[in-house]
């Protein structure tokens, strides 16, 4: 059975920091691409960051650049999202899914397996 996991998620203060972590199971994360996404409350599902297949693209919505940074270690079939400088708008659930083409989209209908989300909260 093929599944993601994620994990890291918590309550931190505004300017903090958080890693959430997106481990595979079932599959090897290998030749697919990784997407972030998140969902705050009342609004849509929209994309965050997102590796390629071999990590030498990383893509990064404008309201997350210079603040989040993506990264892949495939010895642990795992995906990082590094969350930066932190602030309420940052707040929502997050997940990640996998492309199968190995190519980043910001289009979430073009994933296939989702995580089940973690929930990051900033607040003072």
């Known amino acids: 059975q093929l599944q993601l996991v994620e994990s890291g998620g918590g309550l931190v203060q505004p300017g903090g920091s958080l890693r959430l972590s997106c481990a595979a199971s079932?599959?090897?994360?290998?030749?697919?691409?990784i997407g972030w996404f998140r969902q705050a409350p009342g609004k849509e599902r929209e994309g965050v960051s997102c590796?390629?297949?071999?990590?030498?693209?990383?893509n990064y919505a404008d309201s997350v650049k210079d603040r989040f940074t993506i990264s892949r270690d495939s010895a642990k079939n795992t995906v990082y999202l590094q969350l930066n400088s932190l602030k309420p708008e940052d707040t929502g659930v997050y997940y990640c899914?996998?492309?199968?083409?190995?190519?980043?989209?910001?289009?979430?209908?073009?994933?296939?397996?989702w995580g089940q989300g973690t929930q990051v909260t900033v607040s003072s």
């Open positions: 079932g599959f090897t994360l290998g030749y697919r691409a």
């Open positions: 899914a996998e492309r199968e083409t190995g190519t980043c989209s910001s289009y979430s209908t073009t994933y296939g397996t």
């Open positions: 590796i390629t297949w071999h990590g030498r693209i990383a």
